[in-house]
């Protein structure tokens, strides 16, 4: 019997946590949103990157989602991301995840061979001419030019991208997982043209894509507010909006496809204004926010007198380990290290001194952004601390859960898909 292929929906949030313990408190944020009637689709994710820096399996995330999903007796469908897979990475996820971010920022930039290019331009040259819809402020002409040049850059990243899609299918089953494409983390952002290409060369090769991660204009590092021009980037995903919605219906690419905003958590100065064009556009979003748990556990745990000394001792280990903890990370972390508390001042603060400097609180102008990212990247740290971290994460449950909860909640779910703070 055929069955219906999976179906992310409109909105989706991806959540996911580094130690596999606050499954319950970020379902219990996505609840909150269904119970003013707003679905959203929870994913947890955990990179091949995240994964190896704590040495856990996919399996755990697995186990993390369901019990999460048994337990706050969730209804409604969720998933679990093999999150920024390529080809030599996926195999391990193949039995935990019903997700897959196909992620092919590496290969943009390399040639492909003369023969496909001229295969994909062949193929391509039909669709140029101009795009035109409500989203466009200005119509976008594509020439042969610009094909030329998108196949110089992008050809071998779309090649990619379907081998690792061929193999999952054969793996695991046309429409049995969902598929996201991403290219955010290439050095150099997609413009609006770009990305429709990319949706029509993903059609053409017959990656049936759900959402597509491009890379905005701007910084969107780990942890922190954006950085950039708020005004330009409410253009361009605007622009993004219209060319994802043409691309769909031109290319009969899944009616669902929606945008990816990767290194989603805390752009607090964007989310009104995607929040206002998804409504007026009646388009969905896919966001990615594992990283914000990880960073309100950390301030959950500070918010007693035995985990504050452990979280201390994370930062204390972290600063002086920068340069390692930061390698994973270059494109997606921007540390100013001299703005960046000694440990021994650290080592004097009380737990409201401690949070108030962590807190992504945007009234708070104690609150030190290199500080706050410095932490998201010192996981690695607590994984080594191993039973001492997880004793501590045990000791501290309810500060951290309901941290975890209102944090999802308030700060992201309320803003960017309910509307209003
Ligand atoms: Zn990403």
Request: aromatic share 8%; charged share 25%; net charge negative.
């Amino acid at each position: 019997m055929e069955s219906r292929p999976l179906v992310l929906g409109r909105y989706s949030l991806g959540i996911g946590d580094r130690f596999c313990m606050e499954g319950k408190a970020q379902l219990r944020a996505v609840k909150k949103a269904l119970d003013k009637g707003v679905e959203i689709h929870p994913v947890w994710n955990k990179s091949n990157r995240e994964h190896t820096i704590i040495g856990t399996e996919p399996i755990s995330t697995r186990q993390e989602a369901d019990a999460a999903a048994a337990e706050e007796q969730w209804k409604c469908s969720y998933f679990v991301d093999a999150d920024h897979i390529g080809l030599k990475t996926v195999d391990r996820f193949l039995d935990a995840c019903d997700y897959y971010t196909l992620d092919v920022a590496d290969y943009i930039g390399k040639p492909a061979t003369a023969e496909q290019t001229e295969i994909c331009v062949a193929e391509l040259t039909p669709i140029l001419g101009t795009l035109k819809h409500p989203a466009l402020d200005q119509q976008i002409t594509l020439t042969i030019q610009d094909l030329r040049a998108f196949t110089a850059k992008y050809l071998f990243g779309l090649q990619e991208a379907a081998k690792i899609y061929e193999y999952l299918k054969a793996k695991k089953g046309d429409g049995t997982f969902i598929t996201e494409v991403s290219i955010d983390e290439s050095t150099r952002p997609q413009s609006p043209a770009e990305l429709y290409l990319f949706l029509a060369g993903l059609a053409k090769k017959g990656v049936a894509v759900q959402t597509v991660a491009p890379k905005f204009s701007g910084a969107f590092l780990k942890g922190i507010d954006y950085v950039g021009d708020v005004k330009k980037f409410s253009q361009e995903f605007k622009s993004d909006l219209a060319v994802v919605d043409l691309a769909k219906k031109a290319f009969g690419l899944p009616e669902e496809l929606k945008l990816s905003v990767h290194s989603g958590s805390d752009k607090f100065s964007l989310y009104p204004h995607i929040h206002a064009l998804l409504n007026q556009y009646n388009a969905g979003v896919h966001l990615k926010t594992a990283g914000t748990t990880w960073l309100e556990e950390v301030i959950g745990l500070a918010s007693d007198a035995n985990g504050l000394v452990l979280a201390k001792k994370i930062y204390a280990q972290a600063f002086e380990r920068i340069e390692e903890l930061r390698k994973p990370y270059e494109t997606v972390v921007d540390i100013n290290v001299t703005n960046l508390p000694a440990p021994s001042e650290i080592a004097k603060l009380s737990s409201p001194e401690f949070i108030a400097i962590l807190m992504h609180d945007r009234t708070n102008p104690r609150m030190n952004r290199d500080f706050r990212q410095l932490i998201h990247i010192s996981f690695r740290v607590a994984a080594e601390l191993g039973e001492e971290y997880m004793n501590g994460l045990r000791a501290s449950r309810a500060a951290i859960e309901r941290n975890v909860t209102d944090n999802l909640y308030i700060r992201h779910i309320q803003p960017l898909f309910l509307g209003g703070n």
